[in-house]
Antibody
Framework: QVQLVESGGGFVKPGGSLRLSCAAS????????MTWIRQAPGKGLEWVSS????????SYAESVKGRFTLSRDNTQNSLFLQMNSLRAEDTAVYYC??????????WGQGTLVTVSS | QSALTQPPSASGSPGQSVTISCTGT?????????VSWYQQHPGKAPKLMIY???KRPSGVPDRFSGSKSGNTASLTVSGLQAEDEADYYC???????????FGGGTTLTVL
């Protein structure tokens, strides 16, 4: 069965960096676009970034463009989100999800990122 | 402020039907047949309930159905059950610039 397991979340000061990882299993990882979606505490869902199956094309929300970088390693079935220059408003649970026709179908359980001084 | 507009709350008694709306624009909901609905229980990850406006993934009860008219998509839950109580989010493809947009979510209460 499809499994997505996020890791790498934690507590960081404003301006700091974190690298999130997502380990995928149960499907042919390299065939699928993958995406990160976040949810601030008590708030709704916000699309963050997506990457093509081969890793040659990625898209970013305006709120993270220039600060976040999405990459993948298809040999390790892994997805990575490098987050730099973090701000308080980046505080959220970050979900890794598989994409079908641009929209997520399977989601991981999420990893919490807290940005605070 | 979310790109897609959903009512903040909806409710119904067990056995009744409830419809949740999701209003966007011609650049997202109205422009593409790529609308999904997700169910989220507290502390859990979202679960796909409807994709491509009307399709149900394997394992989702047929009590859940989706539709679209113009710029508004709708999720109908028929024969409400206690376990349907959750937050529901709609999402839509919004083109290569905005990519994917979400609604603000609707809390469904089973009375």
């Amino acid at each position: 069965q499809v499994q997505l397991v996020e890791s790498g979340g934690g507590f960081v000061k404003p301006g700091g960096s974190l690298r999130l990882s997502c380990a995928a299993s149960g499907f042919t990882f390299s065939v699928y676009h993958m995406t990160w979606i976040r949810q601030a505490p008590g708030k709704g869902l916000e699309w963050v970034s997506s990457i093509s199956g081969g890793g040659d094309s990625s898209s970013y929300a305006e709120s993270v463009k220039g600060r976040f970088t999405l990459s993948r390693d298809n040999t390790q079935n892994s997805l990575f989100l490098q987050m730099n220059s973090l701000r308080a408003e980046d505080t959220a649970v970050y979900y890794c999800a598989r994409e079908v026709w641009w929209l997520p179908d399977f989601w991981g359980q999420g990893t919490l990122v807290t940005v605070s001084s | 402020q979310s790109a897609l507009t959903q009512p903040p709350s909806a409710s119904g008694s067990p056995g009744q039907s409830v419809t949740i709306s999701c209003t966007g624009t011609s650049s997202d909901v109205g422009g593409y047949n790529y609308v999904s609905w997700y169910q989220q229980h507290p502390g859990k990850a979202p679960k796909l309930m409807i994709y491509e406006v009307t399709k149900r993934p394997s394992g989702v009860p047929d009590r859940f159905s989706g539709s679209k008219s113009g710029n508004t998509a709708s999720l109908t839950v028929s024969g409400l059950q206690a376990e349907d109580e959750a937050d529901y989010y709609c999402s839509s493809y919004a083109g290569s610039n905005k990519y994917v947009v979400f609604g603000g979510g609707t809390t469904l209460t089973v009375l």
